[in-house]
């Protein structure tokens, strides 16, 4: 019940990861035969991630994680539009990779309300402000599950000039991403895919500059080789769940409502966080007081249940969810539920069923 840190692999991409293993070994910028299969390979797959985004396949850049294209977004980003000023307009609730990325320059952060909404007036502000280079705004919280008004945000952007980076790594085969957005990250191992494949769009017309040093071979992506056979996995997965989606957010939302209600009225001293309807279908937090989210985590995990505590990026730090900080809610004892397409109703009702006891049992041991 962690599919917001990382998905099972998909049917469908572990056939693909065998099949590429045996046919896309090669060196794509060779010359011979084994060399030209995995261009073929290579470019199939650049044209599926395209065609499953609507873009075109030039736009489409492959990186080693998502991580990386969503700061090579940032950082190229910034560096494209450095004649028009160096500032980065985002949101409170960014994911922390993002966050470090505008770090590295001024940054001028919007809030959201206790919902985890963004403030599109104090948006509008921001981004019309001298000196802004670029926008980020993720397509919906990684954390609260709270889709962001990304359509509205366009807009302004548009309207002052500024491109608009999406994070799309929690929404990409869950939900659909509006349009007007000039530059889109993804993270396979987050619809299904293998681990160690990062998506960038950059739309034709954007200005972007890579800032890392690049090799010989200079084309826009990570240096070095590329992961042939985990790129054909992550785009034939992408595929399939494209494909599934629509079924499954019904299926998974339904799930996800019977958890935001079971636990408010089973649980004492719990708050269910984000927006109850305009969110993710998969993903739901809850926090509980007087209760140590990483004590519940360990005794989820013995009765074996596998969540989240704290921000999915940031809970080996012990320091307390930006995003739920951010929002104004109970940041701590804190639990993040994300369901995926292996996910049942049973198991989602055996977890209902012991959550309430142990949250009891660790509020009595802490004296409560």
Request: charged fraction near 20%; aromatic fraction near 4%.
């Amino acid at each position: 019940m962690d599919a917001a840190t990382a998905v099972p692999l998909h049917p469908v991409a572990a056939e693909a990861l065998v099949a590429a293993l045996a046919d896309g070994w090669a060196d794509p910028s060779r010359l011979y035969s084994a060399s030209r299969r995995a261009q073929q390979l290579s470019e199939a797959a650049r044209a599926a991630f395209a065609d499953a985004l609507g873009v075109r396949p030039d736009e489409v850049s492959l990186w080693s994680s998502g991580t990386q294209a969503a700061q090579a977004a940032v950082l190229g980003g910034l560096l494209g539009r450095r004649r028009q000023g160096e500032t980065l307009v985002h949101s409170a609730i960014e994911h922390s990779a993002v966050l470090h990325a505008a770090h590295k320059g001024q940054s001028i952060e919007v809030g959201v309300d206790r919902l985890g909404r963004l403030d599109l007036a104090a948006w509008d502000d921001a981004v019309g402000r001298p000196g802004v280079a670029l926008a980020s705004l993720i397509s919906a919280s990684h954390e609260a599950g709270t889709v962001q008004p990304v359509a509205a945000a366009a807009e302004y952007c548009a309207e002052a000039g500024v491109p608009l980076y999406v994070d799309a790594a929690q929404s990409i085969g869950r939900a659909p991403v509006p349009p007007g957005w000039s530059m889109l990250s993804a993270s396979a191992h987050k619809w299904g895919g293998p681990p160690g494949v990062g998506v960038l769009v950059v739309r034709k017309g954007v200005r972007w500059i890579s800032p890392y040093p690049q090799d010989d071979l200079y084309r826009p992506g990570a240096t070095g080789a590329l992961d042939l056979p985990a790129v054909v996995a992550a785009a034939a997965s992408l595929r399939a769940v494209l494909a599934e989606s629509r079924a499954e957010a019904v299926r998974l939302s339904a799930l996800v409502d019977r958890i935001r209600e079971r636990v408010a009225a089973a649980v004492p001293d719990v708050e269910v966080v984000g927006d109850p309807d305009d969110r993710l279908p998969h993903l739901v937090t809850f926090s509980c007081l007087y209760v140590d989210g990483e004590a519940l985590l360990h005794a989820l995990d013995r009765q074996g249940f596998a969540v989240s505590s704290g921000s999915s990026c940031t809970a080996s730090t012990l320091k307390p969810s930006h995003v739920l900080e951010a929002m104004g809610v109970l940041s701590h004892g804190n639990v993040r539920v994300s369901l995926h397409r292996g996910t049942s109703a049973g198991e989602v009702d055996r977890f209902l069923g012991v959550l309430p006891g142990i949250v009891a049992d660790i509020r009595k041991e802490a004296g409560m």
